[in-house]
């Protein structure tokens, strides 16, 4: 490590230092605060993936894995505030995904967990396979219109990180 003169506060530098725009709130605001951001990014990843079916323009915003590392990394290269929040939505929108009541996500676990409870008996294989189609092609055609735009993103204009 080596110090480095910083011409705005006037003094010499060596290591890091947190910088950022401090807002204090009562833990109430903060918890407030927090939940709402976190239902608004649910609810829009409810709603994005339900308009891929119907929206070509929904089915391009979508990116894959290859795509959100990329977004993460460009904005490391920004602000590291933003790649934090980028990492958050993105970890978010998994998880949201990941609770879909589709075989063979978790929340498809859940659903026939439940479904079995409240029928008070077993359900049949036969039935939940079938089912669990479903949830394997919707997790295909995710990947695929994210992979798929991806690959395009890195032929052409790129991610468009700000």
Request: hydrophobic share 45%; glycine share 10%; aromatic share 12%.
């Amino acid at each position: 490590m080596r110090p480095r003169y910083d011409a705005p506060s006037k003094r010499m530098l060596i290591g890091f230092t947190f910088d950022g725009n401090y807002v204090k709130q009562s833990l109430g605001e903060s918890f407030s605060l927090a939940a709402t951001r976190s239902w608004q990014i649910s609810r829009d990843t409810v709603k994005a993936i339900a308009r891929i079916f119907y929206s070509s323009k929904a089915r391009n915003d979508v990116s894959g894995v290859v795509g959100s590392y990329e977004v993460t990394q460009q904005s490391f290269g920004f602000d590291t505030t933003q790649a934090l929040l980028v990492l958050g939505i993105i970890s978010l929108s998994l998880a949201v995904v990941n609770l879909f009541p589709f075989l063979p996500l978790d929340g498809g676990h859940i659903f026939w967990a439940v479904a079995e409870k409240i029928r008070g008996r077993p359900i049949p294989f036969s039935v939940m396979e079938r089912a669990s189609a479903i949830g394997f092609i919707l997790v295909v055609t995710l990947f695929v219109i994210g992979l798929s735009n991806d690959i395009g993103r890195l032929r052409g204009e790129g991610f468009g990180v700000r």
